[in-house]
């Protein structure tokens, strides 16, 4: 069964950085799409940062220059490096990934979200 796995979050005072991580596991065939996404309390799910179709990378206006996204294909996993975080910030994130596993076809997975919160 395939599942992603995010870890790294955590409480951070503002300015600090912190380094998510996003593992997708399970019987893969391939990976189309890998990015990241937040909610804060009481708000949506709103995106974060992506790769485009063309190998370069997108992000919200809200974290351009702060937050890296990367990832490490052959271990099917997804980073996200944030650095300068803010209040603002504070949600939980989740990765999301269009998979297709073994003998089968692509669909569209969520992890189950990890923690990060800035406060002073």
């Known amino acids: 069964q395939v599942q992603l796995v995010e870890s790294g979050g955590g409480l951070v005072q503002p300015g600090g950085s912190l380094r998510l991580s996003c593992a997708a596991s399970?019987?893969?065939?391939?990976?189309?799409?890998m990015g990241w996404y937040r909610q804060a309390p009481g708000k949506d799910r709103d995106f974060v940062a992506t790769?485009?179709?063309?190998?370069?990378?997108n992000y919200a206006d809200s974290v351009k220059g702060r937050f890296t996204i990367s990832r490490d294909n052959a271990k099917n996993t997804v980073y996200l490096q944030m650095n300068s975080l803010k209040p603002e910030d504070t949600a939980v994130y989740y990765c999301?990934?269009?998979?297709?596993?073994?003998?089968?076809?692509?669909?569209?997975?969520w992890g189950q979200g990890t923690q990060v919160t800035v406060s002073s």
């Open positions: 399970g019987s893969i065939a391939s990976i189309d799409y």
């Open positions: 999301n990934a269009n998979i297709r596993p073994v003998r089968s076809w692509y669909s569209n997975y």
């Open positions: 790769f485009t179709t063309g190998g370069g990378t």
